[in-house]
């Protein structure tokens, strides 16, 4: 149960059109208009930097629909403050509805990203800058806007597909949402040509490149189920000069941002007030820890993507990886606090809150376990597969699998992309791709009545409401938020929400 607001309709009608009312056509003398902006190639530059930027607004939140909707991670419950248990509390509890708050943003900043994407191509079809420089920023464009609409169509199914802007206010209300099967072909078509477009190399760190709209065309191969087309996309991938950090540590390491295995990632920088810091060790420190995590005392983290007792089951005995990313609690003031916190983004910094960690996108290890996936699931493991599977394992400090059926091969990948990937934003999506409906909500519900019966972290003797961790099929997808149904009577609700 899930909410979303009416951007949609705010940003197509007052961001993307100009408004025909004389008192609206005075010029701000401080503002360059729109329509005086994109005249050469530095303009464009601020313009792609500025969708980049918007990617960090998406990526501070998205943990909340990605792990914690999931059976990765819980929350620190605070029974003192339920602020939000109608918001992002919801995502945990299987209870989300259309007025959700947290939905309304999520619609929202997809579309007023691809806004801004879709008027700049637009402008930039337009232009005479250099032909190189223009080839490279229209495949960032696209491969961002096929990022946004592949989120987009995994939430919420059918969704409303715009790719130019508008030039009357009332096309607005004439919108409606375009079948999956439209979605899917506009993102496959931004990414071969992004693929094409884009660089084997970026010349600024953290810009997209040909390897990163190759692993994120694989990925939705992958999510269709075409999985001769994943395995041939992915294996591009693999000679583009990616490989396997030494030390699974240096993945979020700040000091070692974009390194070799790193395809895309999203960009913050902490240690000054430019605001374009993280502070996802804040997000996810339990509540009461002040500054035995953070390292700043009289600091009020938000327990938020607590890891489950699941999830730190989920670690064979020997994998690097658990100490790396999570630690089973905190000392302060001497005594041990057994809540456990999501501790891969947890490194030293010199201001209180503005941390400067990244946010990994695309790994070249979710390439080699696509890749491993996408051949079993083909045609069952072979060799090749095995390979794939088994560096992410000796990387981790597990021993090689072999000799495998089908299924128990697809069962070693998946709980291996769960504990490789955990809390980088994957189980969601890996959850719905390869469980159908009745599945999921089947998974979901036996996840729920593990929780309630042993809650990972303590609830100060709250119970549990009676709808609380009661999954339904029809949650596979989001609903589309009730305002956007309210502005635009064409809109529809998707199946089981009021």
């Not at 291996?416 to 599945?439: G, I, K």
Request: charged content about 20%; some cysteine.
């Amino acid at each position: 149960m899930k909410k979303i607001s009416f951007y949609i309709i705010l940003s197509l009608c007052l961001t993307q059109i100009s408004c025909q009312e004389d008192f609206l056509k005075t010029t701000d003398p401080t503002r360059i208009g729109r329509d005086l902006f994109y005249q050469n190639q530095t303009q464009f530059e601020q313009a792609l930097n500025g969708v980049y930027g918007q990617l960090q607004t998406i990526t501070n939140s998205a943990y909340i629909q990605q792990e914690m909707m999931s059976d990765n991670t819980t929350f620190d419950f605070d029974p003192l403050n339920r602020g939000g248990a109608a918001g992002w509390e919801a995502f945990e509890y299987s209870t989300v509805n259309q007025g959700n708050g947290e939905i309304a943003a999520l619609w929202n900043n997809h579309y007023s990203t691809m806004y801004n994407i879709n008027y700049a191509l637009e402008k930039l079809a337009a232009s005479k800058i250099d032909a190189t420089a223009k080839s490279v920023l229209e495949g960032e464009f696209k491969f961002i806007r096929a990022y946004h609409y592949f989120n987009l169509v995994r939430y919420f199914g059918d969704v409303v597909l715009a790719t130019k802007t508008l030039t009357n206010p009332n096309e607005a209300f004439d919108l409606v949402r375009s079948p999956q099967a439209d979605v899917y072909k506009q993102i496959l078509a931004d990414l071969a040509d992004a693929s094409k477009l884009l660089p084997a190399r970026a010349t600024l760190r953290g810009r997209a490149t040909q390897g990163a709209a190759l692993s994120l065309l694989g990925k939705v191969y992958l999510t269709q189920k075409n999985y001769a087309a994943a395995s041939t996309t992915l294996k591009q991938v693999t000679s583009l000069g990616y490989a396997l950090n030494a030390n699974y540590k240096d993945n979020f390491d700040p000091a070692k941002k974009n390194g070799v295995e790193s395809i895309f990632e999203v960009q913050y920088q902490g240690g000054n007030d430019l605001g374009e810091q993280s502070n996802f060790m804040y997000l996810f420190a339990p509540r009461l820890s002040l500054g035995a995590i953070t390292g700043f005392a009289n600091t009020a983290p938000s327990g938020r993507n607590i890891p489950t007792n699941d999830m730190i089951k989920a670690y064979e005995a020997g994998d690097v990886r658990k100490a790396i990313s999570i630690q089973e609690g905190y000392t302060l003031n001497g005594k041990f606090v057994g809540i456990p916190y999501v501790s891969k983004y947890q490194y030293t910094h010199t201001i209180t809150g503005r941390t400067d960690n990244n946010w990994p996108v695309l790994r070249y290890a979710d390439v080699l376990l696509m890749l491993a996936e996408s051949i079993n699931e083909a045609s069952g493991p072979n060799a090749e597969a095995y390979d794939y599977l088994n560096q992410v394992r000796k990387r981790a400090g597990l021993a090689a699998v072999d000799g495998l059926s089908k299924d128990a091969f697809r069962t070693a990948v998946l709980k291996e992309r769960r504990v490789e990937l955990a809390f980088e934003n994957h189980r969601w999506f890996d959850l719905q791709r390869t469980l159908t409906p009745s599945q999921l909500t089947a998974f979901m519900n036996a996840h729920g009545a593990i929780e309630k019966a042993n809650p990972t972290v303590a609830r100060g003797g709250i119970a549990f409401n009676a709808l609380d961790y009661v999954y339904s099929d029809f949650e596979y997808f989001l609903p589309i938020p009730a305002p956007q149904i309210l502005i635009n009577k064409k809109l529809t609700q998707n199946q089981g929400y009021l």
